[in-house]
Every structure is written in structure tokens, then in C-alpha cells.
């Protein structure tokens, strides 16, 4: 039976999912911030910024609008029932960014890298991206991320063995990077930030695999014993760095640090830290012939 | 909270210490990669009486036209450190006091702070909605067609726009002590 796709439904049902997006902070996320900002030290910068963070995010909810100007790039990881025309899927998801950047949900952010002139309406060479993968349920499932530039210029990639972290071929290693990354970044992506960690693969699918831990609930737990113990090491040493909210100091330099893990060639270890801001904006939808829903 | 009426005197801006929380109130502009470059081509008439002692702040807003009005709806900071080439330049040239954005920006910088007497304020990077809402009127925007939205040059009326002095007229940076203090733990737990 194959799926009916109802391509007008299914444009402004990803309209709605970027402006949920866009002005709408994560339950998980929020609730996160509010616990770094009760730990804080009382009268403290770090105490006062987080508590900005909050009202700001609670004021983008209620005016729908963006809870940060810098809009991001669109990341769309999309599964898909047998038979469902991809080509259909992007006209959709291009029209629906073409709509909410009219209607502010977006900035323009989609910029010719040869002639320097901006799109306008968040559509061109490779943006939106689109990754999909295809499952047996009458559904399709949509994960948008908002990725903001200042955290994705803070994100990285690194070679093992590397001898001037004297990180080696294997997990301890790839702690060593992840506290020299999170180092370099100070406040500079809006920190406290989310690391998501991608372990091997190529440099592309290393950063893919980097990138989908950021989709992961920040209360979850890694099913993977090795990889669990590995992000708690990570998340309770780099909260000592100190560098805190903004980069002001304070307790709160991380709010969650996820790992993934794909193959590599025998020849290569890539580590790969694709580094969310605080405003970490990311909505999923389900789209079935009769309902959508969001979460 | 001291409050800054734009614009301001030099002797007002050496007062300032890192550290120190300010609300800026009046008229500033927007400036990011594209006008720093071009406020360097030449000394531009359309925004030099406009800059002087005034704040430079970077920001590529989310805007909406509202009646044949530019509103702003979202308008919080971009990293500041690349405009590090430039910035001194664009200080000593346009008398300007202020620089905003996010994240700190460099020597260069902080010594043209000092030479000029200015100061680099820090806004909460990614709170654009409360930000934009400091925005009461939008004046005028120079260079839209050529630079685009994020880039053009936007003149603002801001009421009780927040933001920390991280960089001073006086040679502190409150990114320099805390990068060297976090240098520190990360190379123990490193171990290099």
C-alpha cells in the first residue's frame, strides 16, 4: 500500500514544524538551563545571563518569535515509508522555508558563496539539506534542526593519534579532543552548549553521526555502557573548565554531551564535535495521511 | 545598571570597567562583516555623523515591514572576533565608543580601546526576542540591496538595551581570565 502524500498538507505541516523550531525552546532544554541556573552562584554572572536565557526563551514562545536571530541552517533528517518521492518531500520542505521566512519564523540565511549575494528566502545550493533513511511505518518522521553559525563555527574535527594532546587511537583519545575543542570554543558558540560527538567514520558521516546525537533528549542514556561512562567522564570535567554562560564563568559550561559511533577505515580515527548553542533548536514531526503531530 | 545615553563622551566611556553592567539608550548601528570592510573603503558620508560616539553593534536582525515600517523581531549578537582585522581601524576612524556583540575580540581590538577610548560591550548571545524588543524604531537601514538583511547597516532607537562591559578603555579583558584560567584545568586534564 503505498503512501498518499497530500503535498499542500505536508508544506504547511513544515512551516509549523520551523516555527516550532524557531521559537520554541525544548522541554528537555529549558528544564536543563533552569536546574544550571538554580546551581549557580547567587548573584554571579553566570546565575544572571542563564536567567536572561530563560526570560528570552519563555518571550519567544509567547510573541512566536525567534529565539535568536541567527536562524541557522536548515538540517532536515527524514524517514520515510517505501515509495515516498523524495523529490516531492523537498519541493515541500523548500516551499515551507520560502513561507516562514516571510513570515520571520526565518532570517534569510542562505548565501552564494561565489557571488556573496543572499538568496533571500533560505533556499539554494544544498540548503535546506535533507539526510534520510526509510522505515516500515505508514508515517513520515521529520527532525529539523536550526543549527546557528556561531556554534557551528565552533565545532571540529580531529585526527587520531594526535601528538600534541598526546591522544591516542582509542576512547581516552577521544576525550582528550573534546576537552581541547570545548576549550577553544570558550563562550564563542554560546555556550553552555550541547556537545554532540561522532566517533570514526569519514570526515563527512563522522559529522553526521555527530550531528544526529544533538537530536537526542539531554536526560537520556547512552545505550552503549562504554560510550554512557564516556559522556559522563566529558560532561563532569568539562563543567570544570570554568568558562561558563557567554564565557563569563560559572558552573555551567555544558548542558549534555551526547556520542555516536560509526565504522572507520583501518586507516583513519576521526573525532568529530558538532557543537550546539544553548538555544539548541530542534523540533520532530509525525506526518501520517490522517494526522501530524509534534514533539 | 549604568545607563548609557547615546551618544556619549569619551570621559564616560574611561569610567567603565570590565564587569560593570550597562543599559544603552538612543541611536547605534548594526555593522557586521560586510560593512566593516566597506566603513574602511572610505570615510562614508551616510553613516559618519550617524557613528560618531556612538556603538557599532554586530547583528544580523530577523526585521518584518510593518505598514511601509522596518520592525525589528529578533536582533541578539553574532561573533565578534571576526571582525578583529578591522575593528581598530573602524574605531579610530568613525569616533566611535562602543562595540557590541558576542564572544570578545582580540589585542588589536583592546589596544584600539584604549588608544580611542571606547569600550567592548557583551550581549547575551542567542536572546535575540528580548533583544529585538529593546529596539523601539528602526531609523533607517543603509547598504540593504547590496549587503542583504543579516548584513546591511540598520539604524536603531534602542530603550534599555542590556549588556556587560567585557573589554575596557583601561587594557582588561574579562575573555583574556578566563581563557587563561580554563587553559589551565584543560591541560590537567589533558595532561600535557
Known amino acids: 500500500m503505498s503512501f498518499k502524500l497530500d503535498v499542500d498538507k505536508f508544506k504547511d505541516a513544515i512551516t509549523e514544524l520551523i516555527r516550532k523550531a524557531s521559537t520554541q525552546l525544548p522541554a528537555d532544554v ?21 536567567d536572561y536565557m530563560i526570560k528570552n526563551a519563555d518571550a519567544a514562545r509567547d510573541n512566536s518569535t525567534p529565539i535568536c536571530q541567527d536562524t541557522g541552517t536548515l538540517i532536515f533528517f527524514i524517514t520515510i515509508p517505501e515509495g515516498v518521492s523524495l523529490r516531492k518531500i523537498e519541493s515541500a520542505a523548500a516551499e515551507a522555508a520560502r513561507s516562514a521566512t516571510k513570515k520571520s519564523y526565518l532570517r534569510p540565511n542562505a548565501v552564494d558563496s561565489i557571488s556573496g549575494k543572499n538568496s533571500g528566502d533560505n533556499t539554494g545550493i544544498m540548503a535546506p539539506y535533507y539526510h534520510y533513511e526509510e522505515w516500515d511505518k505508514p508515517t513520515i518522521k521529520i527532525e529539523l534542526m536550526l543549527k546557528g553559525g556561531g556554534c557551528e563555527n565552533v565545532s571540529d574535527q580531529y585526527k587520531l593519534p594526535d601528538s ?13 579532543c573534546i576537552i581541547d575543542a570545548i576549550n577553544n570554543a570558550q563562550g564563542l558558540g554560546c555556550a553552555p552548549g550541547v556537545a ?25 542514556k547512552n545505550s552503549d555502557p562504554e560510550l554512557a561512562k564516556l559522556e559522563k567522564r566529558l560532561y563532569t570535567d568539562l563543567n570544570k573548565l570554568g568558562i561558563g554562560p557567554m564565557g563569563f564563568g560559572g558552573l555551567t559550561t555544558v548542558l549534555g554531551v551526547k556520542v555516536g559511533a560509526a565504522h572507520r577505515l583501518p586507516a583513519s580515527f576521526f573525532v568529530s564535535l558538532a557543537y550546539s548553542c544553548w538555544a539548541d533548536r530542534r523540533c520532530t514531526m509525525h506526518f501520517s495521511e490522517s494526522e501530524v503531530s509534534y514533539d | 545598571m549604568i545607563k548609557i545615553n547615546l551618544p556619549v563622551s569619551e570621559a564616560d566611556i574611561r569610567n567603565l570597567k570590565v564587569g560593570d553592567e550597562v543599559s544603552l539608550n538612543g541611536i547605534m548601528l548594526t555593522g557586521r562583516d560586510s560593512a566593516h570592510t566597506w566603513l574602511l573603503e572610505e570615510k562614508q558620508e551616510d553613516v559618519k555623523d550617524l557613528l560618531r560616539g556612538s556603538v557599532i553593534y554586530h547583528c544580523g536582525p530577523v526585521v518584518k515591514k510593518e505598514n511601509d515600517e522596518w520592525k525589528f523581531v529578533a536582533a541578539g549578537p553574532t561573533t565578534s572576533i571576526r571582525e578583529e582585522p578591522y575593528q581598530g581601524s573602524v574605531i579610530k576612524k568613525y569616533g566611535i565608543r562602543g562595540v557590541m556583540g558576542k564572544g570578545g575580540m582580540g589585542e588589536k581590538t583592546l589596544k584600539a580601546l584604549g588608544e580611542n577610548g571606547a569600550v567592548y560591550l557583551h550581549a547575551v548571545g542567542g536572546a535575540a526576542t ?21 548584513e546591511a547597516m540598520w539604524i536603531i532607537e534602542v530603550d534599555d538595551f542590556q549588556a556587560v562591559v567585557s573589554m575596557d578603555s583601561h587594557g582588561n579583558s574579562l575573555h583574556k ?3 587563561a584560567a580554563s587553559d589551565k584545568v584543560a591541560n590537567e586534564l589533558i595532561g600535557i
Open chain 2, 130 to 150: 528580548l533583544q529585538g524588543q529593546a529596539v523601539k524604531k528602526v531609523h533607517g537601514v543603509v547598504k540593504l540591496e547590496e549587503f542583504g538583511v543579516p
Open chain 1, 196 to 220: 554532540g560527538i561522532g566517533i570514526g567514520g569519514d570526515r563527512a558521516s563522522g559529522m553526521v553521526v555527530a550531528k544526529k546525537q544533538l537530536f537526542r533528549k539531554l536526560g537520556d
Open chain 1, 30 to 50: 529549558m528544564s536543563t538551563m533552569e536546574k544550571a541556573r538554580n546551581k549557580e552562584e547567587k548573584g554571579s554572572p553566570a546565575k544572571s545571563v542563564l
Open chain 1, 164 to 176: 600534541r594532546l598526546k591522544a591516542s587511537r582509542d576512547l581516552d583519545g577521544v576525550y582528550k
Open chain 2, 177 to 179: 581570565e578566563i581563557k
